[in-house]
Structure formats: C-alpha cells, structure tokens
C-alpha cells in the first residue's frame, strides 16, 4: 500500500521538520560506529537535529524534544532493533498524536524492515536523498504500515515480527554467542540441519513441544501443545526468507503462523519459506488476524525484532497503531 504524499502540509518546509536518532551501539564491530554520526549532521547540515543515543533511557528524552518540535520526519540509524526500540517509545511519548513519518536509515546488523520495503544503501546516502527531496518540495513515496502491540504482562512493547519457541530458541543462542552477524546466522543454521541430519539431541531440544493454548481472533487452535507462534506486519525475515507474504495484506490485521511441527519438517517448511510460499503442514496454521493470545503454564520468552524479552504466561498480540514509511 504507497501513497505519494506532500512532506510538509501547511507550508511547513523548514529543517526543524527533521529528526534523525542515531544508535551508537548499531552495528556491532562494523564501521557503523564512530564516524557515521558526523556524516550524518554534515548531510543533515544542522548537528542539533542530530541525537546519538547509547540507552533505551535516552530515547525518551529525545521522542519529547522532537514531539515539541513537530518533526515531519524521523530518521533512525540502526538496524532493526533500534526501530522497535526507537518507534516504542515514540508510540508512548506521542499517545494519540500521530507519528511522523519515518525513514529507516539502515546501519544495523540486520535491517528485515527496510529491506522488506525495498531500502537499501548507507545511511549517509539514504538521507542525503531524504533532504534532496525535502529541500525541493518533492512528494515522498510513502507506504503505511501497522505495527505489531505485544502485551506480555511486564510491559507493552512495539514493533514488526515476534516469535515464540524454536525460533526465540534461535535468537537467543545467537544472543549467547554475542554475534548475530549474517556469517554466524548462517552458521546456527548449517548446524541445526547437522543436528536434524543425524537426528541429535540438540534439534530435538529446539523443537520440543511445550503446553500452551493459542487462540487466534477468538478462535483457539486445536492444540494442547507447540513448539512456537509468529506474527509479523513486515514480509521479510532476513537472509532471503520471506516468511509472511501476508503481512500488509489489510491495515487491521498481521500474518500470524503457529506451529507444532516434527524436527524432520523443518528443512521442508523453511524450504518453502525461502521462496515465499507459505507452508501447507497438518501441524502449520497460518492466516491473517487481528489478535493473538497465548496462554502457557510458564512464563514466556520471545524475540521481538531481534530482541529478547522474558513475560509472563500469558502474551496478548493485537494490531497496533499504523506508521507511515518512506520508500527512499
């Protein structure tokens, strides 16, 4: 769904209209860090608009000073987790205000939610395009996207693509190694099929099934047991899966997929999630929906645009609030 939109209605085309939250922390070991915060204030050609943060704690300070300012747009530099931790706290900070519109300026390890609309290149670059634009009234390409709301009992949380189960199992792994680079993604995965080749113990743990009931927009699934759920408003996944082909199918709803499969389908299912097709599995639903409620004996854990949380037993995923991007 892209619109063509005027940046700033009522005459507002001034620099104040532009916010960019740079992620110091984005990147990991690459060359993110350190200069690209100076080329962005050069592009920007005012370091005021420019706010680098190294907390979640400061992004609420700067969510406040850019709700004062009325910014058109907000640029965030970082990957994936600095957009949901970036549009969490702009979505509290601003309440019933509408959001600006944002620019995913990319810079992080991994960047699904750009890449998902089809923004690519530096962040330097993409913004240089940005004020291109902006400085010459030109109408942006916008496509508006909702987001998911995930309420797990300790907190509400913002974002595009959660999941529970094997593939939280995944993440977290990568979160012990302390690197989730493309190279050690791929990495995890050759040694989960080595696992699933010979039938190992270390498969077998990541797939076990756990009891939970899962209901999907008040219907509950015919399951006592599975071994993970995962909803998401952006197609792509990273590393050429595509996932949920779904996901923007309507405005009110996100593509949702419970699964209580055999280690033996999981090279078959992730097969057809490659090329973008969705599974068809007797222990694989999917469909679109506007809620989500897991209810397990346990707490729960979950990742949540690449971020780990730990909830309680009960996870209530609904449609959030729509956020306009631009296609830069």
Request: aromatic share 10%; with cysteine; proline share 6%.
């Amino acid at each position: 769904m892209i619109q063509a939109l005027p940046l700033a209605p009522s005459g507002r085309c001034r620099l104040p209209g532009i916010g960019i939250i740079l992620n110091r922390n984005a990147g990991k070991k690459r060359a993110f860090r350190g200069q690209i915060g100076e080329k962005l204030a050069f592009v920007l050609g005012d370091p005021g608009s420019l706010k680098e943060t190294s907390s979640i704690d400061e992004i609420d300070d700067v969510a406040k000073t850019f709700l004062d300012r009325e910014i058109d747009i907000l640029g965030i530099g970082g990957g994936d987790g600095s957009n949901h931790y970036t549009l969490s706290t702009f979505i509290k900070i601003y309440k019933e205000r509408p959001l600006p519109r944002v620019a995913f300026l990319c810079g992080g390890t991994h960047n699904a939610h750009a890449y998902s609309i089809g923004v690519k290149g530096k962040p330097e670059k993409l913004l240089e395009k940005i004020m291109r634009k902006y400085h010459t009234k030109e109408r942006f390409d916008v496509t508006r996207r909702k987001v998911l709301r995930v309420d797990d009992g300790k907190g509400v949380h913002y974002g595009f693509s959660m999941a529970t189960g094997f593939m939280y199992r995944f993440y977290r792994e990568l979160h012990i190694r302390q690197d989730d680079s493309q190279l050690k993604v791929a990495g995890l995965l050759a040694s989960w099929f080595g696992s699933w080749l010979t039938h190992g113990k270390k498969i077998r743990e990541v797939f076990r099934l756990e009891p939970g009931k899962i209901t999907v927009g008040g219907e509950p699934l015919p399951w006592e047991m599975n071994n993970g759920l995962s909803c998401s408003t952006m197609e792509k996944l990273g590393m050429g899966f595509t996932p949920y082909p779904r996901a923007n199918e309507t405005l009110q709803t996100f593509q949702v997929g419970a699964f209580k499969i055999k280690p033996r389908s999981f090279a078959r299912i992730m097969w057809t999630f490659k090329g973008g097709g969705i599974p068809v599995h007797p222990d694989h639903f999917n469909d679109i929906t506007d809620q989500v409620i897991v209810e397990a004996e346990r707490p729960l854990s979950y990742v949540f645009d690449g971020e780990i949380y730990h909830g309680g037993p009960r996870l209530e995923i609904r449609t959030g609030p729509p956020v306009d991007i631009l296609l830069i």
